[in-house]
């Protein structure tokens, strides 16, 4: 996996290296404002070992290139969200990147969880990947890359840590 920082001590995942082409040649992909130039402040890039499921990480890194690419700060979702026997349905409204609103439609959470943004749905799956969850099922939003369905399970041998979420009626505002 290629990883660049702007610090040297926080890392992101930029691109899986693909297999050789048939000339020889590594091939790897990069999102194109991962590359420094004009207007860029400097990046340093590493390459590190992953032996956990590259098809994952590099739908994963397409998928999150794609929403950044797209440039929503700002939306509303309906969001899905079910963790063992818990689950929270409702409508979340973001603006500029942080939530602004949470109505809940129907939950039995003791507590309202902490509403998330996209970057926190796509955070909570880069850790699962990370960690190697035995199931990870993603469907990502065609348009805009957003993980829009999601089921995870950490582990088969522990009963009730799984998770999933469906996000539907995504709205952007622009």
Known sequence: VIQSSFNLDVWEDLAVMEDRNAA???MIGFPEEAVTGPGHPGRFFRARHF???AAALRAYLEARNAWL???IDSYSMEVNWQ???FFWHGNVTVRNN???SAVPINTNFFEPPEPRTMDDWFAVLKRAID???ERIVVTYNKTFGYPQS???DMSRMIA???QGWTIVNFIPNR
């Open 98 to 100: 942080r939530v602004v």
């Open 131 to 133: 960690r190697k969850a």
């Open 51 to 53: 032996d956990g499921d």
């Open 160 to 162: 009730d840590e799984e």
């Open 150 to 152: 999601v089921f995870i």
């Open 24 to 26: 020889g040649e590594l």
């Open 69 to 71: 690419a797209s440039g």
């Open 83 to 85: 963790v063992s026997w």
